[in-house]
């Protein structure tokens, strides 16, 4: 973006301009969040791509069931199986990520115009 | 050969024929541009390679520099990088064909710039702020009996409920500064599509479709913004060709 087309950039945020150029980065190139497969990598790859869609539906059941906790819609016994649950699912996301050397990020598709997938 | 198309623009807009204006300007790789017209509309083509239509940076420049230029002068629809027909017999038939949708698209941009606008912020920074306004340090959950039961899975329930109303009440936040930001872009009379929180650090996401005289007046608005909310950044860009506002079928 040429600097004649910044019409006002301003605020407080500490947002270095390392982080902005590696957005830029980001939008030219797009690399970081394609799902790279080859067949070298063909079991990362398709790992990253299961992932992402776990990972996806775990947050969106944690986000439903703390919905149901907010409104008081569950019991005592309810939440602490709740907990339970929600614990040992995050807990096993965190194995597999290890296991197949995935970062938070990488389960974070970029979907273009539409911005991060979580 | 193949031809690259860069826009449709109308050329009656101008009283200079686009060709006056293609003659000091040059394509991707240095290619020679020209004008195919149909009536009304004309749309700018050159002679394409496949080594050309190898999407980079500096093409995706070179490109995006001559809808810039030709903006300047005309009511024009960019075309995406990559758009080629066969020829230039193929142009006109599409002209042809699409004539209408064309002139009405062109019609809906006339005299009109896009501008964008984007809300950066800290989210943890912004979390804190929020959860402080709240008291959130008070939290409990809604069964006072709950929140005195420790065990390890309840206090990860509490923790997790904490998250939850802070990203509900980031969202809320979100949604009236949106509410505001529609609220004077409408009295400037201007076309706006917003996205919200697309990442981590944009709260919104904005372009909108405005009048070229009131460009002052918007960047007021944005400078307004900016003293009410210290917390944000707000980057306004523009004036850019309204790629976010051609809705055309080409057939």
């Known amino acids: ?70 409104g008081g819609l569950l019991s005592d016994d309810e939440i602490e199986r709740l907990g ?19 970062t938070d990020s990488d389960l974070n598709i970029d979907l273009g115009p539409l911005g991060d997938l979580m | 050969m193949d031809k690259m198309i860069y826009c449709l623009l109308l050329a009656k807009s101008n009283h200079t024929k686009p060709e006056t204006t293609l003659n000091s300007l040059k394509g991707v790789m240095e290619a020679d541009l020209l004008a195919v017209e149909y009536h009304n509309i004309s749309a700018i083509i050159s002679d394409v390679t496949e080594k050309q239509l190898i999407a980079n940076k500096q093409r995706a420049m070179e490109f995006a520099l001559v809808i810039d230029k030709l903006a300047q002068k005309y009511t024009l629809l960019p075309m ?24 009405d698209n062109l019609k809906k941009v006339k005299n009109k710039w896009e501008f964008g606008l984007k809300v950066i912020y800290d989210r943890e920074k912004l979390k804190e702020e929020l959860a402080a306004k ?44 949106l509410a505001e930001i529609r609220s004077h872009l409408q009295e400037l009379k201007a ?61």
């Open chain 2, 134 to 177: 709240q008291d959130n340090d008070k939290l409990t959950l809604a069964k006072p009996e709950i929140s005195s039961n420790n065990s390890v899975y309840s206090t990860y329930i509490l923790n997790k409920l904490k998250e939850h109303r802070a990203e509900e009440q980031i969202l809320s936040f979100v949604d009236s500064i």
């Open chain 1, 84 to 102: 339970e649950t929600l614990m040992k699912l995050e807990m096993k996301m965190e194995e597999l990520k290890k296991h197949f050397n995935l």
């Open chain 1, 1 to 70: 973006m040429s600097d004649n087309k910044i019409l006002c950039n301003t605020g407080t945020v500490d947002l270095s301009i390392h982080d902005i150029s590696e957005e830029v980065d980001k939008l030219i190139n797009d690399e970081e969040s394609k799902l790279k497969l080859t067949p070298e990598n063909a079991d990362s790859g398709i790992a990253k791509l299961v992932l992402t869609l776990v990972e996806l539906i775990r947050k969106l059941v944690e986000k439903q069931a703390m919905r149901r906790v907010d």
């Open chain 2, 191 to 251: 076309v706006d599509k917003c996205k919200k929180m697309t990442n981590d650090t944009t709260l919104i996401d904005a372009v909108f479709l405005l009048d070229k005289k009131k460009k002052k007046e918007v960047v007021n608005l944005v400078k307004d913004l900016q003293q009410k909310y210290l917390q944000l950044n707000f980057l306004l860009t523009g004036p850019w060709p309204p790629y976010n506002f051609v809705e055309i079928n080409i057939k």
């Open chain 2, 80 to 103: 995406r990088f990559g758009s080629m027909m066969d020829s230039a017999d193929s142009v006109m038939e599409m002209l042809e064909r699409n004539e209408v949708e064309i002139e």
